[in-house]
């Protein structure tokens, strides 16, 4: 079983940055993607942006390109979302989220970490 916690959220103003960490514990070699996902007040959860474990290649929804990057660290089994020129419309629950080589989809999330945008 893989365990995923977040760190790194909080209050920004906007224009401004975070960065939030993943930290996987577990099983992390079964690992095939990570990616970040985001919950706003009333909204459906949607995709934010993923990195394949192994390859290193990244993918963005459209509405975060060229404002986030994605990054992960293999040897410390955390990814990172390093957000810029944040806008209040980026206020949501961010979760970590993995999938293994076994899923199909993303099978493992973490708890949820606030960010808050102000304008």
């Known amino acids: 079983q893989v365990q995923l916690v977040e760190s790194g959220g909080g209050l920004v103003q906007a224009g401004g940055s975070l960065r939030l960490s993943c930290a996987a514990s577990?099983?992390?070699?079964?690992?095939?993607?990570m990616g970040w996902f985001r919950q706003g007040s009333g909204k459906e959860r949607e995709f934010v942006a993923s990195?394949?474990?192994?390859?290193?290649?990244?993918y963005y929804a459209d509405s975060v390109k060229g404002r986030f990057t994605i990054s992960r660290d293999n040897a410390k089994n955390t990814v990172y979302l390093q957000m810029n020129s944040l806008k209040p419309e980026d206020t949501a629950v961010y979760y970590c989220a993995g999938r293994e080589t076994v899923s199909n989809s993303y099978n493992l999330w973490g708890q949820g970490i606030q960010v808050t945008v102000s304008s």
């Open positions: 990195i394949k474990w192994s390859a290193g290649d990244t």
């Open positions: 577990g099983r992390t070699f079964s690992m095939y993607f």
